[in-house]
């Protein structure tokens, strides 16, 4: 049976470094696990507050005060194969299944070169960059219902992807994401593993990896959101992410917000769609300088921006 933790502080499962404790921590490695372990707690622990399921804590910031309910750590994790598809435990990390795919000639996913957190991760918040979206290659989606513990399989169609979303952050946030499959394309392990090195590469170069963050914190602005006037000055900037968009980070060093810090939390000067903490940063400085942010770019541009990255206050 899976032991449940108490009081364990969630700074240390996250990139951000930021967040208070967990009232009851789990960390699970299969379904079965996890369905013992949801049972249980629903025995124990009728009418308590929410679950809540992390992955590689990536994208998330944790409040100061913590999560008083019980966060499980999703750490199901493997891959196996049958043909070009593949199937995924959703606590793989990223970076493993692309290396899975450089030793068995897999293409597809090259894109995804340098992207942090686990598969189940970018399956929920749809990620994306390079003119690739991780839902291009998905066949079929495994769940867990936290409420009827019914195991659920859902093909893409029925996954409601969408720009950095999906079924899973709207109507199916009672469900857990197991295993993902996958359909790829048999390709040359070299030239694979060149292009997922070109873009880890990419990504060094211009990310702020040196300090901790959590990456794009606001989704680039489609181009239809801005007039003509606008887009007069603006459309030197477009790139498509798979659509036109006019990147967020531009938009921030053209208010002037590169530099700009509250405590410790600071726009990156290095790419400033990223926060990053210098050392010491709290939620409540993070969410003072989103709001920041948030406000310059409607009082310059008319548009409101969108966070990528998820709250878990």
């Not at 036109?244 to 405590?263: H, W, Y």
Request: aromatic content about 8%; some cysteine.
């Amino acid at each position: 049976m899976t032991q449940i933790q108490k009081n364990v502080p969630l700074k240390a499962y996250s990139n951000f470094k930021i967040g208070g404790p967990a009232s009851y921590f789990a960390q699970i490695k299969n379904t079965d696990d996890l369905a013992k372990l949801l049972k249980e707690w629903k025995r124990t622990h009728k009418g308590f507050p929410e679950i809540f399921i992390l992955g590689g804590g990536t994208n998330i910031l944790f409040p100061d005060e913590g999560i008083k309910g019980l966060v499980i750590k999703n750490s199901i994790i493997g891959i196996s194969q049958e043909g070009n598809i593949i199937r995924v435990g959703a606590g793989t990390l990223v970076s493993d299944l692309l290396n899975y795919c450089i030793k068995n000639s897999l293409s597809g996913l090259e894109w995804a070169g340098g992207l942090p957190g686990t598969v189940g991760g970018a399956v929920r918040g749809n990620a994306g960059a390079y003119n690739g979206e991780i839902k291009d290659k998905i066949v079929e989606v495994e769940t867990i219902d936290l409420n009827s513990l019914e195991i659920k399989k859902k093909e893409k169609a029925r996954l409601g992807f969408d720009y950095r979303t999906s079924i899973f952050k709207k109507s199916a946030k009672n469900e857990i994401i197991t295993y993902i499959e996958f359909k790829l394309e048999k390709g040359n392990e070299i030239t694979i593993k060149k292009l997922i090195e070109e873009k880890i590469n990419a990504r060094k170069l211009r990310h702020p990896l040196e300090y901790p963050n959590l990456g794009s914190v606001f989704k680039n602005v489609r181009v239809e959101r801005f007039t003509s006037e606008q887009m007069g000055q603006l459309s030197q900037y477009i790139k498509n992410d798979p659509f036109p968009v006019i990147p967020t980070a531009k938009l921030n060093f053209l208010a002037g917000l590169s530099g700009k810090r509250v405590g410790d939390a600071q726009v990156s000067e290095k790419h400033t769609n990223f926060i990053v903490n210098l050392g010491n940063a709290t939620s409540k400085d993070v969410h003072a300088l989103i709001k920041i942010i948030k406000e310059t770019i409607k009082e310059k541009f008319n548009v409101n921006l969108e966070e990528e990255i998820m709250y878990a206050d």
